[in-house]
């Protein structure tokens, strides 16, 4: 696990922990994307399309409140990472076991307050729930998937510890095994024919289990104790939030862009509309898993490179990732065009759930922009260049939020991915391009010596 020698092999090991996680990672998504290709017709029949609408409506209102954490999970993986380039795996510990206790704490504050609040407010009219029975049980539905969020929030604080030491296959077989887990239980739902609310507890059990096997997992085979009060330090703290809240406007971006578009749509035209865009979104994040794979763990790997100043590693492996960016992403996507709706139809079995063409062209062309970018992003978080991607993302995330109720009220479902390419590519898409070379040409030249410091300023 630690990196060691020369700079060659160093870099030899680097790319072997990345093909381990890409490898791990290719089999693990393959068995998630067969669980949610089978998990999707069994809760469709079991809720309906209203009933499922409100589901992923729900899902996604509430990850919103992932940035609760001030950006401390994040700030945590990249400290994790910096101390493990520099072969500290107690430092490592402690910043873990700080930022564990931290996430607890937060978790258990976001869901006194999300209760109080939840409860005051009609969830069902929010949402123009038309059925009458589902319309009743909204309000506990939301409950429910609050408290399965609070719960894994501070536990996901695993899956941190993993990719930051570049432990990515271990993530992967976790969150496989939950898809399986998720799978059954949703089967067992609809054999039993179970209504909207133990439905989503069910739902909610994996994701916990998953992430606290993989939590001590993972302290077993570090051979660390789960000691939160003598490892954990106000000092590490100070630097993990230090650290973390230049990723909290980046993390709040990200999750409006990708969970408010079916909240918007649910508010605007009802929750049943957002089945056809979720879908689509859904089959999208499938048949683009081979570029994630493979680009996902350079973050951690640029920022342990960071560190032992291996700049000529890190302008190389960028080139690389472009490359593999741009043929994972352009072949799935024109297939997509060609068959997404049949694809969709036969997955489903209901006509009412297929997306329009309009929808299938501009959420493919979304994906296109956010794939593209990806490389981009790795690049940036890993180097610690966090602040421009702080403030056009935030300018990106509040013209979309602005954008997109306006644009679904005048032209529907295709509306949303109107707006969110409107708004994301001309700021955050160019500038963190412009960003990335202007940082790659910094340190093309650099000495050694002064790359681990010059590359984050």
Request: hydrophobic share 55%.
């Given at each position: 696990?630690?990196?060691?020698?020369?700079?060659?092999?160093?870099?030899?090991?680097?790319?072997?922990?990345?093909?381990?996680?890409?490898?791990?990672?290719?089999?693990?998504?393959?068995v998630?994307?067969?669980?949610?290709?089978?998990?999707?017709?069994?809760?469709?029949?079991?809720?309906?399309?209203?009933?499922?609408g409100?589901?992923?409506?729900?899902?996604?209102?509430?990850s919103?409140?992932?940035?609760?954490?001030?950006?401390?999970?994040?700030g945590?993986?990249n400290?994790?990472?910096e101390?493990?380039?520099?072969?500290?795996?107690?430092?490592?510990?402690?910043?873990?076991?700080?930022?564990?206790?931290?996430?607890?704490?937060?978790?258990?504050?976001?869901?006194?307050?999300?209760l109080?609040?939840?409860?005051?407010?009609?969830?069902a009219?929010?949402?123009?729930?038309?059925?009458?029975?589902?319309?009743?049980?909204?309000?506990?539905?939301?409950?429910?998937?609050?408290?399965?969020?609070?719960m894994?929030?501070?536990?996901?604080?695993?899956?941190k510890?993993?990719?930051?030491?570049?432990?990515?296959?271990?993530?992967?077989?976790?969150?496989a095994?939950?898809?399986?887990?998720s799978?059954?239980?949703?089967?067992?739902?609809?054999?039993?024919?179970?209504?909207?609310?133990?439905?989503?507890?069910?739902?909610?059990?994996?994701?916990?289990?998953?992430?606290?096997?993989?939590?001590?997992?993972?302290?077993?085979?570090?051979?660390?104790?789960?000691?939160?009060?003598?490892?954990?330090?106000?000092?590490?703290?100070?630097?993990i939030?230090?650290?973390?809240?230049?990723?909290?406007?980046?993390?709040?971006?990200?999750?409006?862009?990708?969970?408010?578009?079916?909240?918007?749509?649910?508010?605007?035209?009802?929750?049943?509309?957002?089945?056809?865009?979720?879908?689509?979104?859904?089959?999208?994040?499938?048949?683009?898993?081979?570029?994630?794979?493979m680009?996902?763990?350079?973050?951690?790997?640029?920022?342990?490179?960071?560190?032992?100043?291996?700049?000529?590693?890190?302008?190389?492996?960028?080139?690389?990732?472009?490359?593999?960016?741009?043929?994972?992403?352009?072949?799935?996507?024109?297939?997509?065009?060609?068959?997404?709706?049949?694809?969709?139809?036969?997955?489903?079995?209901?006509?009412?759930?297929?997306?329009?063409?309009?929808?299938?062209l501009?959420?493919?062309?979304?994906?296109?922009?956010c794939?593209?970018?990806?490389?981009?992003?790795?690049?940036?978080n890993?180097?610690?260049?966090?602040?421009?991607?702080?403030?056009?993302?935030?300018?990106?995330?509040?013209?979309?939020?602005?954008?997109?109720?306006?644009?679904?009220a005048?032209?529907?479902?295709?509306?949303?991915?109107?707006?969110?390419?409107?708004?994301?590519?001309?700021?955050?898409?160019?500038l963190?391009?412009?960003?990335?070379?202007?940082?790659?040409?910094?340190?093309?030249?650099?000495?050694?010596?002064?790359?681990?410091?010059?590359?984050?300023?």
């Amino acid at each position: 696990m630690l990196i060691k020698g020369s700079e060659s092999e160093r870099a030899a090991q680097r790319w072997g922990l990345i093909y381990r996680a890409a490898g791990a990672s290719a089999v693990g998504r393959m068995v998630s994307v067969l669980c949610a290709l089978a998990q999707v017709p069994l809760a469709l029949h079991c809720l309906g399309q209203e009933g499922f609408g409100l589901w992923i409506t729900l899902t996604g209102a509430v990850s919103l409140l992932n940035f609760a954490d001030m950006g401390m999970g994040l700030g945590m993986q990249n400290k994790i990472s910096e101390a493990h380039g520099r072969d500290d795996l107690e430092t490592a510990r402690d910043i873990f076991l700080t930022g564990f206790a931290v996430l607890c704490m937060i978790g258990g504050a976001v869901l006194v307050i999300s209760l109080l609040i939840g409860w005051r407010v009609d969830w069902a009219g929010v949402f123009k729930i038309q059925d009458k029975n589902l319309a009743l049980q909204t309000r506990t539905c939301l409950l429910v998937v609050i408290v399965g969020f609070c719960m894994s929030f501070p536990l996901s604080a695993a899956q941190k510890l993993a990719v930051a030491l570049q432990l990515g296959w271990a993530q992967s077989v976790a969150n496989a095994t939950g898809s399986v887990v998720s799978l059954v239980l949703v089967g067992v739902a609809a054999l039993l024919e179970l209504s909207v609310v133990p439905f989503l507890v069910l739902a909610l059990i994996p994701p916990v289990l998953v992430n606290i096997g993989l939590l001590f997992h993972l302290m077993r085979r570090l051979a660390w104790r789960l000691d939160l009060i003598s490892h954990s330090n106000r000092r590490h703290a100070r630097e993990i939030f230090g650290m973390g809240i230049l990723f909290v406007v980046p993390q709040l971006a990200g999750a409006l862009l990708a969970s408010a578009p079916q909240v918007i749509l649910s508010s605007v035209l009802g929750a049943a509309a957002a089945v056809p865009f979720n879908l689509t979104q859904r089959m999208l994040g499938m048949i683009t898993q081979a570029r994630d794979m493979m680009i996902a763990p350079l973050w951690p790997a640029y920022a342990e490179a960071r560190s032992r100043g291996d700049c000529r590693w890190i302008v190389k492996t960028f080139r690389r990732s472009v490359l593999i960016t741009v043929v994972t992403t352009l072949l799935p996507c024109l297939l997509f065009i060609l068959f997404g709706q049949g694809l969709i139809l036969f997955w489903t079995k209901t006509p009412e759930s297929v997306p329009s063409r309009d929808l299938i062209l501009l959420m493919t062309a979304w994906q296109v922009v956010c794939g593209f970018s990806l490389p981009f992003a790795m690049l940036l978080n890993g180097l610690g260049r966090l602040i421009g991607q702080a403030t056009y993302g935030m300018t990106t995330a509040a013209l979309a939020v602005y954008l997109m109720p306006v644009f679904s009220a005048q032209w529907g479902a295709p509306g949303i991915p109107i707006a969110l390419i409107t708004a994301y590519l001309p700021i955050t898409f160019l500038l963190s391009c412009a960003e990335s070379f202007w940082v790659l040409s910094k340190l093309k030249n650099l000495p050694k010596k002064k790359a681990a410091q010059s590359a984050g300023n």
